[in-house]
């Protein structure tokens, strides 16, 4: 983590290790590969020294800890961290200001380099109290995120955003103003708030830079992915399936453009294929993963929604001819939506139709407006025979 900004397709070392502990835990990776996970995470513990997280793997059984590897580390890490002190010390008695900070940025970057959170964190505030420039101050606010992204700490992720947001408004520039959206919409499609999570991936199309983050091809993997279930059919068009940044490099991402052409141009059985491929890089990604069966209503709720717009009425044996699927399977997905309110339209079981029942918005409004009034009333008179008494 020793760079702010990512060399271009280059992502932060810490972030791709973070990836690999999560593949190491997952139930769906089969044990040969993760023999090769296993040696990966062990060199990149080696090289940094990550003392804090060798003991820790070690102890929830992902690695076997050496005591005599885990002492040289600790031996190092405290060399280390004597050197940069005394570098400190040094500049704080002869250099100026801008040595000092240097100084401490350089402690700051070695506590993230070998895995102490805390420690970082404390050395970034000193860092930060060193610092006078925004754009410096918002470079410290990059490191706190990625070390939130590499820990899942949300909380830390939260509070890093809108502090960085409160920097901008004393200044700062577009490029990391730019940077920033990605960051916030990570952190949105991270906890579930995929609609902002596509407004500002949608942002940042023409104007990424964050590789350290994840390369390109990924982000408009999120991007796609988030759109589909965000925007309406002419937005999408507009600015998904039309957009020239993402036709660029949608091939290189396996059935993203047969998952989104098919959407929009209503060919479900293709669709469904694509969608099927894609299952399993959404489940062995750290990031959409925990949302991994909500995602999967949310994408079949817009697509039958998408199919039963046409329709006034249709018949269970032509929608399942639509999907490549069984009657019977329609039947039970669509009872399940239908329960749940997503979908508006009833199934007629004897005659084997479906009718939309779709609500028109100006008379929900109208019924809504009602009813309310309703209320008002009541709760006047209510309180008239409060007064009267």
Not at 52 to 77: F, K, Q, W
Not at 89 to 95: G, K
Not at 124 to 145: N, P, R
Not at 353 to 375: H, M
Request: hydrophobic share 40%; charged share 30%.
């Amino acid at each position: 983590m020793d760079s702010v900004v990512g060399e271009e397709g280059k992502q932060q070392p810490h972030l791709v290790l973070a990836h690999k502990l999560f593949l190491l835990s997952h139930q769906d990776v089969d044990d040969l590969a993760k023999v090769d996970l296993r040696a990966d995470v062990l060199a990149a513990v080696k090289s940094d020294d990550m003392a804090a997280l060798y003991e820790s793997l070690g102890g929830s059984g992902v690695l076997e800890t050496d005591p005599a590897l885990l002492a040289e580390m600790r031996a190092r890490i405290e060399e280390e961290i004597r050197k940069l002190d005394e570098k400190i010390a040094d500049a704080e008695d002869n250099l100026g200001e801008s040595e000092v900070r240097e100084a401490h940025l350089a402690k700051s970057l070695y506590f993230i380099r070998v895995g102490e959170k805390e420690k970082a964190l404390e050395q970034l505030k000193v860092t930060e109290g060193k610092t006078v420039a925004v754009g410096q101050k918002m470079d410290l606010v990059f490191h706190t995120l990625q070390i939130g992204f590499f820990y899942m700490d949300f909380d830390l992720i939260s509070k890093s955003i809108d502090k960085a947001k409160k920097l901008f408004e004393e200044g700062g520039d577009w490029e990391r103003k730019n940077r920033l959206k990605v960051y916030e919409g990570l952190y949105c499609m991270a906890t579930r708030n995929f609609k902002k999570a596509a407004s500002l991936f949608l942002d940042s199309i023409s104007t990424f830079t964050t590789y350290e983050l994840f390369p390109y091809d990924t982000f408009i993997f999120y991007t796609v992915l988030t759109s589909v279930i965000s925007l309406d059919r002419v937005s999408l068009k507009q600015k998904v399936v039309d957009a020239p940044e993402i036709l660029a490099v949608i091939g290189k991402v396996p059935h993203l453009s047969e998952f989104l052409n098919s959407l929009y141009n209503c060919q479900y059985k293709s669709f469904f294929a694509a969608f099927s491929g894609l299952t399993e890089q959404i489940k062995l990604d750290r990031y959409l993963q925990p949302h991994f069966r909500y995602y999967m209503r949310e994408v079949r709720t817009v697509v039958y929604s998408q199919f039963l717009e046409s329709y006034k009425s249709v018949t269970m044996e032509a929608m399942a001819s639509a999907f490549g699927v069984t009657v019977d399977f329609i039947d039970l997905e669509l009872s399940r939506f239908i329960a749940a309110g997503k979908l508006h339209c009833k199934i007629d079981k004897v005659a084997g139709v479906l009718e939309t029942n779709r609500p028109d918005a100006r008379n929900a409004f109208y019924q809504a407006t009602i009813k309310q009034g309703d209320f008002l009333l009541n709760r006047i008179q209510k309180l008239s025979r409060v007064i009267d008494l």
